[in-house]
């Protein structure tokens, strides 16, 4: 009996109305980029120091530079102000006092410099920056810096609860209803974010944000691979993605022309109110459906199907039903994931390959980002990696398979950033290529892992299978500003080295993987425990029951 995959042969499986589905789902994968990585520039941290009163006026009467304001009012100042004292220490003196002199105006207020006490920022800081940030705002720096690590662990925190809860919401009540009461939810929380005055609802509210915003990006990504024959699954699925890689080329791009967070949250945030049209424009999962028992409305979504992309519906195909056997609604259970040990074992896999993927993605940025080089030029440049390493996977993954690209690209990525933390800082061009290499190499694992997952779980728990794992790459974008920035107080590159070993255990476990190249999707959990079987699985499909017409 033909399967669903076999009907969609039929009546098209990316023809105009699989293409539409994926163009506007692709416009939410682009969307999703402000929430993911918005802090950079939400919460970037210009070059800062002291407001010292009487400075200002001071340096006026002398004629001074900036420079040489900086040197002679600033502790422990050099030509690139990255000190602890320069950024968060001031001098205690009164350089309001008559009979200062332009010329050592530290010796004639104390007489020696190394007597000079030092005392906190008290009257707030100067930031070398022409626009605002959250930091500039609300003077997250300092004593206060880790209120920003608290911002972006807000988010994540929501993207870990979000994920299983959201991923519940999409299995039990349809794709669509989660699409559209997440992106309501995501649209209502960016506004919001825009307005609030305090620092502590603006956390709230970023985590509300997280909460949903995931789980909207990963429903769609379930729903445009479910939308589109077999053989299609593994372009979109890429495709969708690469819209994640457009969205950071246009974020950077607005993020320059509008260097105020506030007005830049709402810029990014109004787009997204055309997408409650979704409800008119996306069907509903049709695989979702016949998990489900409801075959009639499953039935409709395919011939609605077989009309868009002006095809004709076979005569004898009239409905949808499961086997007697395994008829019947299934309604997901986190059991199922560990119930049998081949789910078991792909859960656990599956779970340790989201969280290296996203410590060594998020971690290589904040990594790269210590050199402090131009902001909008690093964000690009890591943008732009992002592309040729989705070329690379559409080029090899059906020549090759699924498994062995994506052991390679974690290898890969752990190898560079060994070499990466070996090749001396004299020889920085070197050092810059062996990172690239090693974002590229991780790209592709944080696209593999996130297209795999969806194939390696029955259609009934696809979406909670995804998001349960996918939590423990929140739990990685939670702790990954720890591993970086505690650890290169010891040893500037020993944040690569963790990295080498976390992507050289993920790249030999992916190796005991099943290979899912060229098999359906499974629909139940008997399909995944006999993909290690050469030939794909037979029985226990979703059938068509054919019906045929006497002549």
Not at 234 to 258: D, E, H, N, P
Request: hydrophobic share 45%.
């Amino acid at each position: 009996m033909p399967t669903l995959d076999d009907i969609l042969e039929n009546v098209g499986e990316f023809d105009r109305f699989q293409k539409q589905t994926f163009f506007v789902l692709c416009l939410l994968s682009a969307a999703f980029t402000p929430v993911y990585v918005g802090v950079v520039f939400f919460g970037f941290i210009p070059e800062h120091r002291c407001l010292s009163p009487g400075v200002a006026e001071l340096s006026e009467r002398c004629g001074w530079s900036l420079e040489e304001q900086l040197n002679h009012t600033v502790p422990e100042w050099d030509s690139h102000g990255a000190s602890f004292s320069s950024r968060c220490r001031r001098y205690e003196v009164d350089w309001n006092a008559t009979g200062i002199s332009c010329a050592d105006p530290l010796g004639s207020l104390v007489g020696n410099w190394s007597t000079v006490p030092l005392g906190p920022c008290q009257d707030g800081w100067v930031y070398d920056s022409l626009g605002t940030s959250l930091v500039t705002e609300f003077n997250l720096v300092c004593e206060d810096s880790w209120k920003l690590d608290l911002f972006q662990s807000s988010v994540n925190a929501g993207f870990f609860i979000g994920s299983i809860n959201i991923g519940y919401i999409a299995d039990r009540f349809g794709r669509k209803f989660c699409l559209l009461s997440t992106i309501l939810a995501n649209v209502v929380c960016g506004i919001l974010l825009v307005f609030v005055p305090t620092y502590l609802w603006i956390v709230i509210l970023r985590f509300l944000q997280g909460l949903v915003s995931k789980g909207c990006w990963t429903a769609g990504y379930i729903l445009v691979t479910e939308v589109v024959g077999a053989k299609y699954r593994r372009t979109v699925g890429i495709l969708y993605q690469m819209a994640f890689s457009v969205g950071l080329l246009i974020f950077v791009a607005i993020a320059y022309a509008i260097p105020h967070w506030r007005w830049l949250q709402l810029t990014v945030t109004l787009p997204s109110c055309f997408f409650v049209l979704y409800y008119w424009c996306l069907p509903e999962s049709p695989r979702w459906l016949i998990s489900q028992g409801k075959n009639d409305k499953a039935m409709k979504i395919v011939s609605d199907i077989a009309k868009k992309n002006r095809k004709k519906m076979p005569s004898h195909f009239e409905d949808i039903k499961f086997e007697e056997e395994y008829g019947g609604k299934q309604s997901p259970s986190l059991t199922d994931l560990v119930r049998t040990p081949q789910m078991r074992k792909n859960t656990f896999i599956l779970m340790y390959n989201w969280f290296t993927s996203a410590v060594l993605y998020q971690g290589l940025i904040m990594h790269m980002g210590l050199a402090a080089g131009n902001m909008y030029v690093d964000f690009l440049y890591s943008a732009l990696v992002e592309f040729p390493a989705a070329f690379i996977i559409i080029t090899t993954i059906d020549r090759i398979g699924r498994r062995y690209p994506w052991a390679a690209a974690n290898l890969v990525a752990g190898a560079a950033c060994l070499v990466t933390a070996l090749i001396p800082e004299d020889i920085h061009w070197l050092k810059v290529v062996a990172a690239c290499i090693g974002r590229m190499g991780i790209t592709m694992s944080f696209e593999m892992v996130c297209f795999v997952n969806t194939e390696l779980y029955p259609t009934y728990i696809r979406n909670l299978g995804v998001m349960v794992c996918s939590a423990l790459c929140d739990i990685g974008g939670i702790i990954v500003p720890f591993i970086v920035y505690r650890l290169v107080e010891v040893w500037h590159d020993l944040p690569l080295i963790v990295f080498t070993v976390l992507g050289l255990i993920a790249g030999g476990l992916v190796l005991l993987l099943p290979e899912t190249k060229g098999r359906i999707l499974p629909e139940t959990v008997e399909d995944v425990e006999n993909f290690h079987r050469q030939s794909a699985p037979k029985a226990k499909k979703i059938y068509l029951h054919v019906q045929t017409s006497e002549v």
